[in-house]
């Protein structure tokens, strides 16, 4: 079931009606039930795995507390297995089968390995890191193991970001679940403006750009150099509607549930220097990633080579986890190797302001800016490529100026940007993601008025998967 | 612990916060649904786009005329067959004959049309429809003319058990989400007016001449081909032509079915490349045993004479093949207009 269906458009206030009758145990037994329900819609099988991944680490967080410290390593490795067992058999298995083969190849030592046709469940990196990050937690003794089972299995199988994120932790969103909850009006209202604002994230910007996307990325020969930048371009505001519109739907649900869950994106392609991007993109996995690798790796603690090297190893695993894939691992390569020079060029000196830009001057920040985008647009190409061979063909014909027959528009482009624009804008000068709401009323009215007709007129008209739902 | 203790009634003060921004967001949205998605002026505007044809159509011909003979189809048929040379054959009056065949008009357009003007066009005699293999081989699809013209129940008819079924539903309620696409496409694609045109032989003109110019017969043929390789097996469309059938045959008007011969060449492509669906379409058809006076299946132009050189493209033909269908026809006309003088004279 995804967001922009209409089966979503009826379960959600059904959902909602239950909810706000029952009392608050009730409704936890609701929301797990729900949860269940909106994950079996995909398929059912899948859930056994959601609940294996659920009673595993309640019962090894139980344990953690009174158990001696090698027990404890103990139970944080079973917990650690088993999440990464499931997610490296249904994600990982076949990739590291291919990438054997192939090794065996080139080294002259044919092989004929078996192949088996696993589906991904959908989602698996997102539930799998959060159940993660709480063992981890309980095991380093910053939280209390979760008592009740049910408030525990709502952590895992939170329905508004069980398939895509945010990645909650335990500290955010368990509270929440534990608690008895309100929903005051401003939460209905900014929750409905979050869905609305991601519904014209996803439905008019990133799966218009799809149908573009698709035509340049799936033969890139017919395609010239202008066309390809195009591409590219669409294929960045594809993703960044696509996934920030999923998280700010993810969001709105959850703030009409009383539950306020992590903003996971904030204005990311205003930044003005890589590092700064990573603070903005995808936050709650560049945080996991932060507090759950890279520190524990020695993070900047050591030498700066060590502090290099725990950056990359940080950024490969990072674009490994997106899928199991070289284009994947070559894009956070690309990224690990800007944050590193961006790193070494900042030396010392910390960001230039609390509005985390590295520099004072407008014409500073808008080469870095330009720098920013040029490298993040770069390393799409490799992360979108069907192969590793396409997306250096494609940079390629970039780059010598390549001819093609194939026509991409730019009308839409501009479209998209403007709209991008109009949501942004006043985002990141407000800092706030539903500045609508502090508008006067005629100008509320109009915006609203034109967003759904915006969604009407210009939506796809096609219920087209979020592309981070195969992650 | 009481219901509804989730909402916290601090800040739950509608009488204090009263949503005029919401209030002036459905005002815009009911001033757009009025004045642009619920009125005529738009689809006048633009009368030989899909939606407005039908519209244009009863204003320019249907209301003026006193039809005995009607025609209801697709382009194929639009272009296939001249009201006046068939006026000439069989001696009638201008006006007699009104072809009101629309592109890609499906058998749902005709009943519409039927419908909408049922008051004249029951004074006919005959009435003749187009029928296509692909139609028996496509569900009925959303196209502008469903969501401007469907009431409730044909909604649900057409859609049941299928995808479009929300939005078909909803756009009945709303008409601006029900024309969406058309909307954007007059959005997008024009901006100057248009009018419609009848030609001096009674057709609707549409074709482009440079248009035409430009088709590349190969490529035409096997494109139009390809739909033969894509459609599923539905009986969508069949009983939409049986209801029209059923309609028009309770007003009692005889009922001719005619298949709008192809171009030689497609027709022997489509035998060569989908030999299977090809012949299961054709099974379908006569499947149905449509209840109706006449059937007339000439496979072929060059089966009655009308050669390749008479079509444009894969199958809509020049005004020498129309002339050429329309003379061919005659004669069957004129023995079901004298079977039919008994009955209504």
Redesign the interface.
Do not use: E, H, K
């Given at each position: 079931m995804l967001f922009n269906t209409?089966e979503f458009a009826v379960f959600m206030p059904c959902v909602l009606a239950c909810?706000?009758?029952l009392?608050?145990r009730p409704?936890n037994v609701l929301l797990l039930l729900s949860s269940y329900f909106f994950y079996s819609c995909w398929d059912w099988r899948f859930t056994g795995l959601l609940l294996l991944s659920t009673i595993v680490d309640y019962t090894v967080a139980r344990f953690m507390p009174r158990a001696s410290p090698a027990k404890r390593r103990f139970l944080l490795l079973i917990s650690i297995c088993t999440n990464l067992g499931i997610l490296g058999f249904f994600k990982y298995f076949n990739f590291l089968l291919d990438s054997t083969v192939q090794l065996l190849e080139q080294l002259g030592l044919g092989a004929n390995l078996f192949f088996l046709e696993i589906i991904l469940p959908v989602g698996i990196s997102f539930y799998t890191f959060q159940t993660m990050a709480y063992t981890i937690d309980v095991f380093r003794g910053r939280i209390e193991p979760e008592k009740n089972i049910v408030v525990f299995g709502i952590y895992v199988a939170y329905f508004p970001q069980l398939v895509a994120g945010p990645i909650e932790r335990a500290q955010h969103l368990l509270p929440q679940i534990r608690a008895?909850?309100?929903?005051?009006?401003?939460q209905i209202a900014s929750g409905l403006v979050l869905i609305v604002i991601g519904l014209l994230r996803k439905v008019v910007i990133a799966d218009n750009a799809a149908t573009y996307v698709d035509l340049v990325f799936s033969d890139p020969t017919e395609v010239g150099w202008q066309g390809l930048a195009k591409g590219v371009l669409y294929f960045s505001l594809q993703i960044y509607g696509d996934f920030a519109g999923y998280s700010n739907i993810a969001r709105g649900c959850s703030r009409l549930l009383?539950i306020e869950l992590m903003q996971n994106f904030d204005i990311p392609y205003f930044a003005t220097s890589i590092t700064i991007f990573w603070r903005k993109w995808h936050i709650s996995l560049s945080s996991w990633l932060r507090d759950y690798l890279y520190i524990p790796l020695g993070g900047n603690r050591g030498s700066a080579i060590f502090a290099y090297r725990n950056l990359m190893l940080t950024m490969l695993l990072g674009g490994l986890w997106h899928g199991a894939g070289w284009n994947f691992i070559i894009w956070g390569g690309i990224h690990g190797v800007a944050l590193g020079v961006h790193k070494w060029w900042l030396g010392d000196r910390k960001p230039a302001n609390a509005r985390m830009t590295d520099f004072r001057s407008l014409a500073g920040a808008l080469i870095g800016w330009a720098v920013t985008m040029a490298v993040v647009g770069f390393a799409w190409v490799f992360f979108r490529a069907p192969s590793f061979s396409i997306a250096l063909d494609i940079v390629k014909r970039i780059c010598t100026f390549a001819d093609g027959s194939l026509w991409i528009p730019t009308t839409p482009l501009i479209g998209m940007l403007t709209l991008l624009l109009a949501i942004d804008i006043p985002q990141s000068i407000s800092g706030n993601q539903v500045v609508w709401l502090r508008w006067p009323?005629?100008v509320?009215?109009?915006v609203?008025?034109l967003a759904?007709?915006l969604l009407?007129?210009?939506g796809s008209?096609e219920d087209v998967p979020f592309i981070y739902f195969q992650f | 612990?009481s219901?509804?203790?989730?909402?916290?009634f601090?800040?739950?003060?509608?009488w204090k916060?009263f949503p005029?921004?919401?209030?002036?967001?459905l005002?815009?949205?009911i001033g757009?649904e009025v004045v642009v998605a619920r009125s005529d002026w738009i689809v006048d505007r633009f009368s030989v786009s899909s939606l407005g044809i039908m519209p244009a159509l009863e204003d320019e011909v249907i209301r003026k005329a006193s039809p005995e003979i009607i025609c209801f189809g697709n382009s194929r048929l639009r272009d296939g067959l001249s009201p006046r040379i068939l006026e000439q054959q069989l001696g009638m009056p201008k006006g007699s004959v009104l072809n009101l065949a629309l592109t890609a008009g499906k058998p749902y357009d005709s009943l519409v049309m039927y419908r909408r003007n049922r008051e004249i066009f029951r004074h006919a005699k005959i009435m003749i429809i187009d029928f296509e293999y692909h139609y028996f081989g496509r569900a009925p699809e959303f196209t502008f003319r469903v969501g401007r013209h469907a009431t409730f129940e044909d909604r649900v008819r057409l859609f049941e058990g299928r995808e479009q079924l929300?939005?078909a539903l909803i756009g009945g309620i709303w008409h601006?989400?029900g024309i969406?696409?058309y909307?954007?496409a007059l959005?997008m694609e024009s901006s100057e007016a248009d009018t419609l045109v009848i030609a001096d032989d009674g057709r609707i003109v549409w074709r482009d001449a440079e248009t035409d110019e430009q088709i590349n017969i190969k490529s035409n043929i096997k494109q139009h081909a390809s739909k033969y390789e894509t459609d599923q097996l539905d009986s969508g469309h069949a009983q939409e032509l049986q209801r029209l059938i059923a309609m028009a045959q309770q007003d009692g008007i005889v009922i001719l079915l005619l298949h709008v011969p192809v171009r030689g060449e497609f027709a022997r492509y489509l035998k060569e490349t989908y030999p299977k669906k090809y012949e299961q379409l054709h099974r379908k058809f006569t499947k149905y045993d449509f209840d109706v006076d006449l059937i007339l299946d000439p496979e072929r132009g060059d089966d009655v004479g009308i050669l390749d050189q008479s079509y444009f493209d894969y199958g809509h033909m020049t005004d020498d093949g129309s002339k050429q269908l329309s003379e061919w026809i005659a004669p069957h006309l004129k023995r079901l207009l004298e079977k039919q003088s008994e009955k209504k004279p």
């Open positions: 209409w909810y706000y009758i009392a608050p409704q008895r909850r309100t929903v005051s009006s401003d009383g009323w005629y509320r009215g109009i609203y008025a759904i007709l009407v007129l210009w008209g | 612990m219901r509804l203790s989730i909402f916290s601090n800040t739950l003060q509608p916060t005029f921004g919401l209030l002036t967001c005002l815009i949205l757009v929300m939005p601006t989400f969406r696409d909307l954007r959005m």
